[in-house]
């Protein structure tokens, strides 16, 4: 079948792994990516399917709503995986205007140019899809009732097999009430309530998933994982917030990016699914995982990283933990990750060291002015 799909923020982290899997395995789709290139937009992840015939890429801001109509109605667009937003909660601290900017009103824009062009056409909505990607920290912050971590009481193939912890009872369901804190996941939640008004409202077939945190290749290095390695490697202090205690549920990007795909096809219309690993751990742990895996792929004596790890600042009103409930997804869809966390951590790792060039690319310049802003004072 045909079908002609906008993906946004396709150069970014998550994005390119969906545009990736989606160009490779639909070749008879069109897969036009529509990103603006902002400093998390890189073409370079994406420089292995460049030149395929089924994909375009279209240099453009979602804000633009004429151009975004102007896209939709050009390409005949049946289907919109929407991933364009700004992603990090550091910089929504310090910059919220942007944030309201992008991912509400980029979403909303979007939101109104597929409704534009689909309501023109004679069969309206039929056979059409807006699929939004969204966040776990929509629904706030769960207590960490077991510090110490119990057995989870869940598993995925994701979930790690040497540390299989739950740090508290509680779990995000699809139906928990939103509660966000951060202006990041405040300007998510919002953008969430568009896409789903736009269904009750109008009709529009509309699907919205939310997703704990994603590691793997070709994450900017603000994110706390690539940052840590970057900061290894150049032997600088690796900047913990807080006493490390906060619990975060981590996934493969790529099992990320097959969930998306099963629920763009099969997913059920104005539904809504969690996706995550069940594998809960605190930052500190994880940190040393990390150190670890370093270390050992570029020969230094177990050990010897530990001493760069610096305690620094609390981010403000840091989310203690996150932990997702995923399985209304395995349940209904069959979706089961395809890696299993030690094997996806020592994966990432390798990338990291072995493409040293991608780093070092995107960590000089404007970077090294983020990195002294956010972090000097700490
Ligand atoms: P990212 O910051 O790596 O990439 C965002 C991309 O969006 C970039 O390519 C950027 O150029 C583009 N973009 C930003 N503003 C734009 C605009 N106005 N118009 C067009 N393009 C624009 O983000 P990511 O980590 O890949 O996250 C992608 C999506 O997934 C986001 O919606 C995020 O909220 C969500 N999400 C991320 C995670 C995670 O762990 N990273 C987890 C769950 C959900
Ligand atoms: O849960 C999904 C979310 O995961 C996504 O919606 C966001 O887009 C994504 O950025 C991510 O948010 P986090 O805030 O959890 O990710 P980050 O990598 O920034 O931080 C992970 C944890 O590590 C968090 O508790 C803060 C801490 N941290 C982070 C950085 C950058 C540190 O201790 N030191 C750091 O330098």
């Known amino acids: 079948m045909k079908r002609n799909i906008i993906i946004t923020g396709g150069a970014g982290f998550i994005g390119s792994h969906v545009v990736r899997l989606f160009v490779n395995k639909y070749p008879d789709y069109h897969i036009i990516n529509v990103d603006k290139l902002t400093y998390a937009g890189n073409l370079a992840n994406l420089a292995d399917i460049e030149n395929k015939p089924n ?7 979602i804000c633009d709503f004429d151009r975004m109509l102007e896209l939709i109605r050009q390409h005949n667009v049946d289907g919109i995986i929407h991933l364009a937003a700004e992603s990090h909660v550091d910089r929504s601290i310090k910059d919220p205007f942007t944030f309201a900017k992008t991912n509400v009103m980029g979403t909303l824009s979007l939101l109104q140019a597929a409704k534009v062009h689909w309501e023109s056409l004679p ?28 057995e989870s009481p869940f598993t995925t193939t994701a979930s790690s097999k040497e540390h299989h912890h739950a740090y508290g009872s509680e779990f995000f369901l699809e139906t928990t009430k939103y509660n966000p804190h951060s202006p990041y996941s405040a300007s998510k939640a919002s953008s969430d309530h568009f896409v789903r008004a736009y269904h009750d409202t109008y009709g529009m ?19 706390l994982i690539p940052l840590f390695i970057n900061n290894i490697r150049h032997r600088k202090p690796l900047p913990v917030y807080g006493k490390g205690e906060n619990v975060r549920d981590w996934l493969y990007v790529v ?11 099969k997913g059920n219309v104005a539904e809504t699914y969690n996706i995550g690993g069940f594998n809960e751990w605190k930052n500190i742990d994880i940190i040393k995982v990390v150190i670890r895996t370093v270390d050992r792929l570029l020969g230094n004596p177990e050990g010897h990283s530990d001493e760069l790890i610096t305690y620094v600042t609390d981010r403000a009103g840091h989310d203690l933990r996150y932990a997702i409930d995923s399985r ?14 030690e094997e996806g951590i020592e994966k990432t790792v390798r990338w990291y060291l072995d493409n040293q060039a991608w780093m070092d690319n995107i960590t000089s310049g404007e970077y090294e002015r983020y990195y002294d802003d956010m972090y000097k004072n700490r």
């Open 55 to 61: 994909y375009t890429f279209i240099k453009a801001d």
């Open 328 to 341: 209304k997804l395995q349940k209904e869809l069959g979706w089961e990750p395809s890696l299993q966390f």
């Open 123 to 150: 069969e309206k909505y039929e056979g059409k899809r807006f699929y939004h990607i969204s966040t776990d920290e929509v629904y706030g912050a769960l207590e960490l009732t077991n510090p110490e971590g119990i």
């Open 255 to 265: 099992d990320h990016a097959r969930a998306i795909d099963l629920i763009f096809h």
């Open 205 to 223: 077939p509309t699907i919205v998933t939310n997703c704990s945190n994603n590691y793997g290749p070709y994450q900017f290095p603000e994110k």
